[in-house]
């Protein structure tokens, strides 16, 4: 990392932080996966600042931001948009939804169903989506920031796992400390905070960060240690379903922008183990419905595992 991305990273996470208090690794994780050319799921009860979060990240970059609240009547073509024959009928016209931009806030994503969940599985694995035959690419950087509730609350659809695992990192945020909590009593409404978040970042400084932690080091050793994890969760006798190839591939280059951001050129084994449980715990299938204590119980068990496979000197 130069000295002009260093500074223009840490001036993210403080404003970041500005408004979303308290002690939290979300916003550094939030940021990884931006980095990574990730996306991300924020799970938690509601009112802990899932949408606050996304936003203030969105509202950082100078790029076209858009918010879709998620409901059960939503048709995918709310989302990708439609195409649509001209005045005088003589051509069709392609209208995109919202879709196309850089950043996309779907809020409460478990809200809607099954089927417009799947119109996103496109766009997040391609970076582009396919109506009426004709393929459309999205701009770039293009991340989705999901929120959801938890599963078992009322009214709510489970992602399926296939969804799951385009997310590079699934987040709790947790409750904010005691100290936080009281600060918040003091701020103005979200809505009012933020709009008082002025971008500190361009489009293009994304793409030019994420071009630089594509090539930050791999070294055999690390590559090895990768896989060996991914291994023994798929042996495991406490999972169903262990960690796949693709989620290989999210937790090597979620280590890379994890070391990037740490100014190294290189990845370390300590890269691997911060990155185990937001990218990994959520593609890890075992017994029990895919609640909230389904989810700390795979994050226990990636650690877990991870502690039994000798890390690299």
Not at 286 to 297: E, F, K
């Amino acid at each position: 990392m130069n000295t002009q991305s260093n500074e223009q990273i840490n001036t993210l996470r403080t404003q970041i932080s500005k408004v979303f208090l308290g002690d939290s690794p979300a916003i550094d994780w939030l940021i990884c996966c931006l980095l990574a050319r990730g996306h991300v799921l924020l799970e938690d009860v509601p009112g802990v600042g899932k949408t606050l979060l996304a936003s203030t990240l969105a509202r950082s970059i100078d790029c076209p931001f858009a918010r879709v609240q998620l409901t059960p009547d939503m048709l995918p073509a709310d989302l990708l948009g439609v195409s649509i024959f001209s005045r005088d009928g003589a051509e069709l016209k392609f209208q995109p939804g919202p879709i196309f931009t850089n950043i996309l806030l779907a809020d409460e994503i478990n809200r809607t169903t099954p089927r417009t969940q799947s119109a996103l599985l496109e766009a997040m694995s391609d970076a582009q989506v396919s109506i009426d035959g004709i393929t459309h690419p999205l701009n770039k950087p293009f991340m989705v920031v999901a929120t959801q509730n938890p599963a078992e609350f009322e009214g709510t659809y489970p992602l399926p796992e296939n969804q799951l695992d385009r997310f590079l990192m699934r987040i709790s945020l947790g409750y904010p400390n005691a100290d936080a909590e009281a600060q918040l009593l003091d701020l103005r409404p979200a809505s009012t905070v933020l709009e008082h978040i002025t971008p500190v970042l361009h489009s293009d400084d994304v793409i030019e960060m994420q071009n630089q932690v594509d090539t930050i080091h791999l070294s055999e050793p690390i590559r090895k240690y990768i896989v060996e994890i991914a291994r023994a969760s798929r042996e495991s006798d406490e999972t169903q379903v262990g960690l796949s190839p693709r989620g290989s591939l999210a937790l090597a280059q979620a280590a890379r922008a994890w070391a990037w951001m740490d100014g190294r050129a290189f990845v370390e084994p300590d890269d691997i183990q911060a990155m185990l449980v937001p990218v990994c715990a959520h593609r890890i299938m075992i017994d029990g419905a895919a609640t909230g204590a389904h989810w700390l119980q795979a994050a226990e068990l990636i650690e877990s595992i991870a502690r039994l496979i000798p890390s690299p000197a």
